[in-house]
């Protein structure tokens, strides 16, 4: 399992605990005991964080990350390269420190190329599975607790054809503390998975894009027909040009804002401990949904202590 997901387990735990405390009603004795459950999950997360558990990057330290290994290691080319586009239809990035460059090209062949100078073992790892092309940040291995190894921090440039980007199935990142920068791409599905790292992607579009973060943030401009959002101490910034047929949402103290075209319609319902929702648009009520003009999009907003804004396009 990767760091990403221990990390962001137990913040979505955390967050699950204080929900059932927000609306249990059972007494003092079961509030106390969840709210000691809550701290101890909560102490967990600050020891990983600190490094005492795997799955933490300091100054390139890796402290048993576990991202770092992933099977049938053998059948991976080693270093920079490139792979002809026409057989491709998935990208699949795999990187843990440093950055990610998503660059739109006219060429036939997907280029990619990283920090020379690295020893063998510090080079990427490549191959195509299924029409898939999957990038490993560097040679399949272990490390445990502060017995761990040294990943440099690298820079990752990955020229896409746009004949390739307007036919994508699927874009899969996955980084830890790397920051990832793309323009213009296009996908039926998005997954995006970080720690630590942010997430800047202008003029995109896909019919479904799934974050989960624990720190890193997501800027998105463009347009999704569906989104799914999770965060622990994460901002998601969303200018759409068109209204998202569904939001999903689910954030322990991270903030979300979109901005929507200025005729959009949708529902929104936010529940949350003490966070709120600000709406610019004119809207009535009906229980806990506010509405805004008739049908729409559906947006669905769980929070601990953040908050939702939704805006109108300038």
């Keep these: 399992m990767s760091a990403l997901f221990h990390s962001y387990l137990c913040g979505r735990i955390a967050a699950e605990w204080l929900i059932i405390m927000k609306t249990n009603k059972s007494g003092a004795i079961v509030r106390i005991v969840l709210w000691s459950l809550t701290a101890v999950i909560l102490l967990g997360l600050l020891l990983w964080c600190l490094g005492l558990f795997p799955g933490l990057q300091i100054e390139g330290i890796s402290f048993g990350n576990w991202a770092l290994h992933y099977d049938e290691s053998s059948q991976y080319q080693i270093g920079s390269g490139s792979v002809p586009a026409e057989n491709l239809n998935a990208l699949e990035i795999n990187w843990v420190d440093g950055t990610v460059d998503l660059v739109l090209t ?4 997907v280029v990619f190329q990283e920090n020379e100078g690295l020893d063998e073992d510090e080079q990427l790892r490549y191959r195509v599975v299924g029409g898939r092309l999957i990038i490993q940040y560097c040679k399949s291995q272990w490390g445990i607790g502060l017995f761990g190894f040294r990943t440099p921090k690298k820079n990752l440039t990955l020229e896409i054809p746009r004949s390739l980007a307007g036919q994508l199935t699927d874009l ?15 996908a039926r599905n998005c997954r995006l998975n970080s720690v630590s790292g942010s997430i800047l992607l202008e003029r995109c579009s896909f019919d479904f894009l799934e974050m989960d973060t624990v720190s890193g943030g997501l800027t998105l401009s463009g347009q999704a027909n569906r989104l799914e959002l999770d965060g622990v101490s994460a901002d998601m910034t969303l200018s759409l040009s068109q209204v998202p047929g569904e ?13 929507l075209p200025a005729d959009a319609s949708f529902s ?3 529940d949350s401990v003490s966070g709120k929702l600000d709406c610019q648009f004119s809207t009535s009520k009906q229980g806990d949904v506010y509405y805004c003009g008739q049908g729409g999009g559906a947006f669905s907003f769980d929070s601990v202590s953040g908050n939702v804004r939704i805006q109108k396009a300038a």
């Design 106 to 109: 006219d060429g036939n062949s």
């Design 172 to 186: 899969e990142i996955d980084v830890t503390s790397a920051s990832v920068t793309g323009q213009d791409l296009t």
């Design 247 to 259: 939001i999903s949402s689910d954030t322990v103290s991270g903030h979300v804002q979109i901005t």
């Design 268 to 270: 929104a319902e936010l």
